[in-house]
């Protein structure tokens, strides 16, 4: 199974960077021309990662192949702010981690409550500003899952995150970061070919640590062996 586990619609919203935010959108993509593109590419497991909104999945519900997910911005104990990615949830959580997205804490139990699966996304990533060396505690001691691949960040920090996963004994999981059409059009064909081996990997590493929370998830629509499916951009393949 493969699935490109971040990647957005127009339904992220203004580009939230000092400058930027009030002249341009995160991504111009319409919902179903990134699931058609997606399909096109191979992915067998379909999902979009907007900021902070299901809002673009609406058009894709009716779709067998396709399971809820959304990229939260949340705030650390620590004051700074952090991405993580949420899978296969309800409207109804997406409801409550809004609510609970200012408390790292209560957002923690709440996703464990639920049985959710999450990954903190591009950790060494100056995007949401700065990191503290807190915020790695709370990651290594309650997050299940690290980004070890992100097509937009630069092979140096994805390198780093791969790294750290490994060595905490994290799932890794990957994901194209795609906010228009062209980083995953033009890198498609020689992504497939880099990311095999990366993907082989992960898939290794994920597959055991999935399951498990597929057998935890009663009566959920989980996918035991989501995929660590990633789409390079330039930044990445240089």
Sequence with gaps: MRSDLHVHTKASGMFNLPGLKHLCQECYNEPLEVYDLLKRRGMSAITVTDHDSIEGSEALRSFSDFFLSEEVSVRMPSGTEAHLGVYNLTERDHLEIKRRANDFVSLLMYLTERKLFFSVNHV??????????????????????????????????????????????????????????????????????????????LQQTSSASLAHFSRTCPGRRCFPRLPCWCLSSPRDTG
């Design 124 to 201: 060494f990533s100056g995007l949401t500003g700065r990191r503290e060396a807190d915020d790695f505690a709370w990651f290594e001691s309650y997050v299940p899952a690290y980004e070890a691949r992100n097509g937009q960040m630069w092979r140096k920090s994805n390198e780093c995150a791969a790294q750290l996963a490994a060595r905490l004994d994290k799932i890794a999981v990957a994901g194209s970061d795609a906010t228009s059409f062209s980083p995953v059009c033009e890198q498609a064909r020689a992504a497939w070919q880099e990311s095999m081996e990366v993907t082989a990997d």
